[in-house]
């Protein structure tokens, strides 16, 4: 019994479990928090939304390291572990332990960046240098009126812009259309011009038959000629 208390399976098993009861207060102590950072920016009209995180992220980097080295202390005991159903059953019972530590902890995390987001969305960037550490939340609904009030008369300048363009092109159109009627009543008044025009087009297209012919054939006796 002696040799068994002192083994280095047992060893590393005592370090697991001194691993596993202090990742727990930990993770206990990070998940309330978590909760109380995201309840206080909600709870109060002068609160920040966005508060200082120190001490959330210095304990999320201790919760990183201590899961790191029990896994690392996990795969050791698996090296060092006699056979037998029991240390199976002891094994997959500190890989369990370490799993749902590593879960509790991501789901903290997670829900912490995800209320990180909300609030920055809600306080519309990182404020400019000088600027206060956070804005209270009657300042930020106010901060977010004014931008939609700006929003407001963007829009109303562009469709300013846009009813201008179309009375423009509208009379555009209706200047071509008086300058087509007048060429109308020109062609209309004098005949003798719109006949001349046709005979023009007419003859026009006359000379491109004539000019296609002709580079027909000469296309033709070219070939005729390099084949021959």
Request: hydrophobic share 40%; charged share 25%; with cysteine.
């Amino acid at each position: 019994m002696a040799n068994l208390s002192t083994s280095p399976w047992e060893e590393v098993r005592k370090q697991a479990r001194h691993l596993e009861n202090d990742i727990d207060v930990k993770l206990v102590a990070f998940s309330k928090l978590g909760v109380s950072s995201g309840a206080s920016s909600l709870s109060s009209e002068n609160v920040p939304l966005i508060n200082s995180d120190e001490m959330f992220e210095t304990l999320s980097m201790e919760l990183q390291q201590l899961l790191t080295k029990l896994s690392a202390i996990n795969d050791k005991m698996a090296d060092l572990a006699p056979t037998g159903t029991a240390t199976l059953h002891t094994l997959k019972r500190h890989r369990e332990i370490l799993m749902d530590y590593q879960q509790e902890f991501q789901r903290t995390s997670a829900r912490v960046n995800a209320r990180r987001e909300r609030e920055e969305l809600l306080r519309g960037g990182s404020p400019p240098p000088g600027a206060s550490a956070g804005l209270s939340r009657r300042d930020q609904y106010a901060k977010e009126a004014n931008h939609l009030h700006s929003s407001h008369i963007l829009v109303d300048e562009q469709i300013n812009i846009a009813m201008e363009a179309r009375e423009h092109l509208t009379s555009q159109r209706q200047a071509f259309k008086r300058m087509q009627t007048r060429f109308n009543d020109i062609t209309n008044r004098f005949p003798m011009l719109n006949s001349l025009i046709y005979r023009i087009n007419a003859r026009k297209r006359r000379d491109s038959l004539i000019l296609g012919i002709v580079v027909a054939v000469c296309t033709f006796l070219l070939l005729f000629y390099a084949f021959h």
